[in-house]
């Protein structure tokens, strides 16, 4: 392990996603913004510590520094937990791990700092709510990485875990991931704490807050209760939805198929593409993934308008698109300059609505959520207002322009 030996200022950090695609994202903005050679991104279980020559993706993303021997290691290395996990431990479908079982002990041993990214769906947080049908479960790749590092650092790595929700059973299975006292639960910041502050809050109050993240004003958000008897009523809806949005001009509309609507994304394009929906409505995880793997990390800087920090100044405003998505693929994603997000059907509860609404209004801009679902949801729906301190007017399809 001489070849791996780290200076007394040297380590590694891991960013960990639910999905390949939002990994791709963060690797694409932490490329500009690290040093050239540092950043390495995990599309698929491989060898972390492998000096061999990169996926072409990454390479141009981050770029190669050359010390003489063409021996250069990353620093950062970003991917989903499911990919982490298989290039550290394997998959179970391949004779070994990908990285020796010596370099991946070195590695996490060597971690400063591990980043787990919209923690709540990387992490099982109805663990412990019933003991006995948790025995059972195997535990999330995150939380093998997450137990290992703390496990193996002694502690002395930082843990950074993210998302917009933040409830007690999360931070009851953080706890226990990181090996910490039951009732010792990690310290909660808000965006606008200081360190300080948020220290103060869990002393007085036991770290209990209200939501870390909320809906931005500049977002309205509307319901369109329509008959959902059957999904061709449910579609036509949100094709009508959609022409009115684009009646005077058109449009950057995500299109957000939650999980209890039933409709898949195949058949929602199928049936925008017979109602001849203009701009032609397109898979967004197709339009991510257009160019292959190698080539992720480009296909998100064009779809983010990504320059390394904040939005770019140079998107071309009048350039309108229709993206088609499921519930799961939405967390964390930013499209730039996103006038629209349509969610057909109830999102799942008002934590999850949080996530789908802030796709848009982002760095201050204005956007509109319309929920298209049935009377029963647009009930359930409006009762959220408290919660989520924001209005939920009921409208037609036909006063979507005004």
């Known amino acids: 392990m001489e070849d791996y030996e780290a200076g007394e200022d040297d380590g590694y950090g891991i960013i960990m996603t639910p999905t390949r695609e939002l990994a791709a994202q963060v690797a694409g903005i932490a490329s500009v913004l690290a040093p050239p050679g540092t950043v390495r991104m995990v599309s698929h279980p491989t060898n972390l510590m492998s000096d061999g020559l990169r996926d072409r993706g990454e390479r141009e993303n981050g770029g190669r520094l050359d010390d003489g021997d063409g021996r250069t290691m990353p620093r950062l290395f970003i991917g989903s937990a499911k990919s982490i996990m298989g290039?550290?431990?394997?998959?179970?479908?391949?004779?070994?791990?990908?990285?020796?079982?010596?370099?991946?002990?070195?590695l996490l041993a060597h971690m400063r700092w591990?980043?787990?990214?919209?923690?709540?769906?990387?992490?099982?947080?109805?663990?412990?709510?019933?003991?006995?049908?948790?025995?059972k479960k195997h535990e999330k790749p995150a939380a093998i990485v997450a137990s290992a590092v703390a496990?193996?650092?002694?502690g002395r790595a930082q843990f950074v875990s993210v998302s917009a929700t933040v409830g007690r059973t999360l931070k009851r299975e953080l706890s226990r991931v990181l090996g910490l006292p039951p009732k010792e639960f990690p310290t909660v910041v808000r965006g606008s704490d200081s360190l300080q502050e948020a220290e103060f809050r869990k002393a007085n109050t036991g770290g209990h807050l209200g939501r870390a993240v909320t809906i931005p004003e500049s977002v309205k958000n509307y319901v369109v209760p329509v008959d959902t008897s059957s999904m061709g009523k449910i579609l036509t809806s949100a094709f009508l939805v959609l022409k009115e949005l684009n009646k005077q001009q058109t449009r950057r509309i995500l299109l957000v198929l939650t999980k209890g609507?039933?409709?898949?994304?195949q058949n929602t394009?199928?049936?925008?593409?017979?109602f001849r929906c203009q701009p032609e409505p397109r898979s967004l995880l197709d339009v991510l993934e257009a160019d292959g793997t190698d080539k992720l990390i480009e296909v998100h800087r064009k779809v983010s308008g990504a320059t390394g920090v904040g939005e770019a100044t140079d998107v071309e405003k009048d350039e309108g698109y229709v993206l088609v998505t499921g519930e799961d693929s939405v967390r964390g994603l930013h499209l730039d300059c996103l006038d629209v997000v349509v969610v057909v059907g109830r999102a799942q509860g008002p934590d999850e609505y949080t996530h789908i609404a802030g796709r848009t209004g982002r760095a201050g801009r204005p956007g509109r959520v319309f929920n298209v679902v049935s009377e029963k949801d647009a009930a359930t729906v409006k009762a959220w207002e408290k919660m989520l301190d924001t209005e939920f007017p009921e409208i037609t399809i036909e006063?979507?322009?005004?």
């Open 87 to 106: 290039s550290l431990y394997g998959n179970g479908k391949m004779p070994a791990p990908p990285t020796t079982k010596p370099e991946a002990k070195f």
């Open 114 to 135: 591990l980043v787990m990214d919209e923690v709540d769906r990387l992490l099982d947080t109805k663990r412990g709510r019933s003991p006995s049908s948790s025995r």
């Open 151 to 154: 496990r193996l650092t002694y």
């Open 261 to 265: 609507s039933g409709i898949s994304t």
């Open 269 to 274: 394009l199928g049936a925008l593409k017979h």
């Open 399 to 402: 006063e979507i322009p005004e």
